[in-house]
């Protein structure tokens, strides 16, 4: 009988696993552990759950490598689970949190496939962006995830055409809390910024990362608005990272198009360009299924496909490409 190769079904369909993980993470089982709780009866106790099942639940954990289990009912962190006491892994596992939404939203993926439209609605009631205006603790949670809590510090190192001597104003459209702006700041002294993005979000940008934007505080305006309404016009350069792959294309040429009339010539004013990181693949890269997807039917674009976007929101692709930062970099001009 020939062998069997490649991988076993039965593990690829497992689903079981994936909500163990995120159940032990919600009932903070490895920081109970990590202050000695370590008896069955005890983090049962303490995560406020049933001991038989969660002791099932762990159980199941250890077999798969995750926890290990010294004697019967006591248990102990493994290198694997200890990495549940990261924050980062906290929150996008936390089923109490964004962690729940993002979970939940793959039980979605049949009707995205049948329909081609997202049906995060059907579970939460609202789109995504909504449900989160509608729960600020979950936004919040969503902040920090994509902050440098969840995503670590990011990396201003990306070049661009002709280099940043010229660059004197950037606006980060969808920035976030506002951690790349700053890293751009501080490491360009003469660049001044602008962080435009949801109000509730803008409103963390001191707060969540106080070593990021807060110490360029001077250089920053951040302006809570929607990318969808006219944004400041007459920056150098206006940032678009991971933000048009959240969205369908109707939506992401409406974004490109606020940019393309805010980075316009004027009077005295030469063009701004628009830079897109995140978003778009070099043709022929493999397509691949990813959660922005089945959240808000969002994209990754490729270069083709982006270059028609663009047209039609009035900008020109001027350069695209591989740095080595490994960032796959786009970069515009008004057309
Ligand atoms: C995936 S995050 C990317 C954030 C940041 N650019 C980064 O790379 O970490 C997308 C961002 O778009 C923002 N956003 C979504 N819809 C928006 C809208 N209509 N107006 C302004 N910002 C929006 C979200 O709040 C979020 O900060």
């Not at 059907?122 to 902050?147: K, Q, S, T, V």
Request: charged share 20%.
């Amino acid at each position: 009988m020939e062998e069997h190769r490649g991988p076993n079904l039965n593990d690829l369909s497992d689903l079981c696993t994936p909500w163990c993980v995120h159940v032990a993470a919600t009932l903070r089982i490895a920081d109970h552990i990590a202050v000695g709780i370590t008896d069955i009866d005890g983090l049962a106790a303490a995560a406020g759950c049933d001991a038989g099942v969660l002791h099932s639940l762990l159980g199941h954990l250890v077999g798969k490598g995750l926890f290990e289990e010294p004697a019967p009912g006591r248990f102990a962190l493994n290198e694997t689970a200890q990495g549940l006491l990261n924050p980062a892994q906290r929150l996008g596992l936390d089923l109490d949190g964004i962690g729940g939404r993002f979970a939940h939203a793959w039980g979605t993926l049949l009707a995205y496939v049948r329909t081609g439209q997202p049906a995060y609605r059907e579970i939460f009631g609202l789109p995504f962006w909504e449900d989160l205006d509608a729960h600020p603790d979950i936004a919040a949670n969503f902040d920090a995830l994509i902050g440098p809590v969840g995503h670590g510090a990011p990396t201003p190192e990306f070049q661009i055409t002709g280099g940043w001597e010229s660059v004197r104003t950037v606006v980060d459209v969808g920035g976030g809390t506002g951690a790349l702006l700053a890293e751009i700041l501080r490491a360009r002294p003469e660049v001044r910024g602008t962080l435009v993005d949801f109000p509730r979000t803008v409103a963390h940008s001191g707060e969540i990362s106080p070593s990021g934007a807060a110490s360029v505080a001077d250089r920053v305006t951040a302006v809570g608005q929607s990318f969808f309404d006219p944004l400041p016009a007459g920056a150098d350069l206006y940032l678009l990272k991971k933000v048009l792959n959240n969205w369908p294309d109707r939506e992401a040429t409406a974004i490109l198009s606020r940019c393309a009339e805010a980075a316009r010539p004027a009077a005295a004013r030469p063009a701004g360009r628009v830079v897109v990181l995140g978003s778009v693949s070099p043709d022929g890269a493999p397509r691949r299924l990813v959660l922005e997807m089945v959240l808000l039917g969002g994209k990754q674009r490729t270069v083709s496909e982006f270059r028609e976007l663009a047209r039609v929101a009035g900008l020109e692709v001027s350069a695209a490409g591989q740095q080595s930062s490994g960032a796959f970099v786009v970069e515009c001009r008004p057309l």
